[in-house]
T-cell receptor, first 113, second 115 residues
Framework: NAGVTQTPKFQVLKTGQSMTLQCAQDMNHNSMYWYRQDPGMGLRLIYYSASEGTTDKGEVPNGYNVSRLNKREFSLRLESAAPSQTSVYFC????????????FGQGTRLTVV | ELKVEQNPLFLSMQEGKNYTIYCNYS?????LYWYRQDPGKSLESLFV?????AVKQEGRLMASLDTKARLSTLHITAAVHDLSATYFCAVDILYSGGGADGLTFGKGTHLIIQP
C-alpha cells in the first residue's frame, strides 16, 4: 500500500523555468492538499482540493496553480519559478476536507537558482 | 486568523528525563493533531485528539487536549534517543456552513535527546 506518492523527490530549476509536481494517493481519499515547508516556518497550505472537481487557495497560493486530475491525482504547477519558491513541498490527503487525519507524501525538495 | 504556537521551538534533553511540549492555538477548535518528522523525511501522524479532555498515549509519548484553554500538550516520559525528531502540532477548524481552511501547523519543536 503506497499511500501518498510524490514525484520527483528532488529538482533544481533555473529562475523562470516551469515544472509540475505530481501527487497520487491510493487510499480513496476525497481531499488533497499541497503544503510547503520552510525552515522555522512549519508547514503552510498552498492549495487544496476538498473533493474531486474542486480546488481552492490556501495561505500562500501566489506563483502556483493546481489541477485535480481525478480522485487520485493532484498536481502543483510552478509557471515561472522564483528563488523564493525554493522549499520542500508536501502533498497530503485525507478522507474528508479538513476534518480527518492527513497522510503525507515523502516530499519534493525544490531548489530554484 | 488562526495562530498555532508551539514552545519550546528547540529542546535538548538527556535520556531518562521527562519533558512537555506545549501547543497553544488562538481560535476555538476541537480537533488537534500531532506529527513527528525525522530529518529529511515526511510527516508521520502520532495522535489525533478529537474532543475536550482527550488523552492518547503511545509508548513514552502522551498527548492531551484542553479545548477551553486552547492548549494541547505532548509529554515525553523517560526520553530515549530514538525520540529525537521535530514534533508538530496542527489544528483545523470547521466553520458553520461547512467551510474550513485545512490544517494550520505550529512551527515545530526540534527535540534532541542526548545519551
Amino acid at each position: 500500500n503506497a499511500g501518498v506518492t510524490q514525484t520527483p523527490k528532488f529538482q533544481v530549476l533555473k529562475t523562470g523555468q516551469s515544472m509540475t509536481l505530481q501527487c497520487a494517493q491510493d487510499m480513496n481519499h476525497n481531499s488533497m492538499y499541497w503544503y510547503r515547508q520552510d525552515p522555522g516556518m512549519g508547514l503552510r497550505l498552498i492549495y487544496y482540493s476538498a473533493s474531486e472537481g474542486t480546488t481552492d487557495k490556501g495561505e500562500v497560493p501566489n506563483g502556483y496553480n493546481v489541477s485535480r486530475l481525478n480522485k487520485r491525482e493532484f498536481s502543483l504547477r510552478l509557471e515561472s519559478a522564483a528563488p523564493s519558491q525554493t522549499s520542500v513541498y508536501f502533498c497530503a490527503s485525507s478522507e474528508a476536507w479538513g476534518r480527518t487525519e492527513a497522510f503525507f507524501g515523502q516530499g519534493t525538495r525544490l531548489t530554484v537558482v | 486568523e488562526l495562530k498555532v504556537e508551539q514552545n519550546p521551538l528547540f529542546l535538548s534533553m538527556q535520556e531518562g528525563k521527562n519533558y512537555t511540549i506545549y501547543c497553544n492555538y488562538s481560535t476555538t477548535s476541537d480537533r488537534l493533531y500531532w506529527y513527528r518528522q525525522d530529518p529529511g523525511k515526511s510527516l508521520e501522524s502520532l495522535f489525533v485528539l478529537l474532543s475536550n479532555g482527550a488523552v492518547k498515549q503511545e509508548g513514552r509519548l502522551m498527548a492531551s487536549l484542553d479545548t477551553k484553554a486552547r492548549l494541547s500538550t505532548l509529554h515525553i516520559t523517560a526520553a530515549v534517543h530514538d525520540l529525537s525528531a521535530t514534533y508538530f502540532c496542527a489544528v483545523d477548524i470547521l466553520y458553520s456552513g461547512g467551510g474550513a481552511d485545512g490544517l494550520t501547523f505550529g512551527k515545530g519543536t526540534h527535540l534532541i535527546i542526548q545519551p
